[in-house]
């Protein structure tokens, strides 16, 4: 059964930073491309950065691009998400997602290319 359990979410003041985690098991995490989407409150999902299973292509959203980067160990079977300067429109329920199929631009920024979801962890961004 494939699992994946984000963490590191809470609250934090406008500038700060936090890390999120997402820890894998069920699943050959070396092979699986990942990302990390967030839903604000009466908003759609949207993506928010994605890596290639071998790390060595990363995708962003505009709105994320300098301040937050993805990463991952293979070894640990575990993706993170570095989140510096953060705003208040950055509050959100963030979720890490996988996929195993041709990692592309066009296909890592829409959610219908993950086939696995994780529950979400809550970020709050305090003006």
């Known amino acids: 059964q494939v699992q994946l359990l984000e963490s590191g979410g809470g609250l934090v003041q406008a500038g700060g930073s936090l890390r999120l985690s997402c820890a894998a098991s069920?699943?050959?995490?070396?092979?699986?491309?990942m990302a990390w989407f967030r839903q604000a409150p009466g908003k759609d999902r949207e993506f928010v950065a994605a890596?290639?299973?071998?790390?060595?292509?990363?995708y962003y959203s505009d709105s994320v691009k300098g301040r937050f980067t993805i990463s991952r160990d293979n070894a640990k079977k575990t993706v993170y998400l570095q989140m510096d300067t953060l705003k208040p429109e950055d509050t959100a329920v963030y979720y890490c997602a996988a996929a195993d199929s041709v990692f592309s631009s066009a296909r890592a920024y829409s959610g219908s290319y993950y086939h696995h979801w994780g529950q979400g962890t809550q970020v709050t961004v305090s003006s």
């Open positions: 890596i290639k299973w071998s790390g060595s292509i990363t």
């Open positions: 069920g699943l050959a995490f070396s092979n699986y491309n």
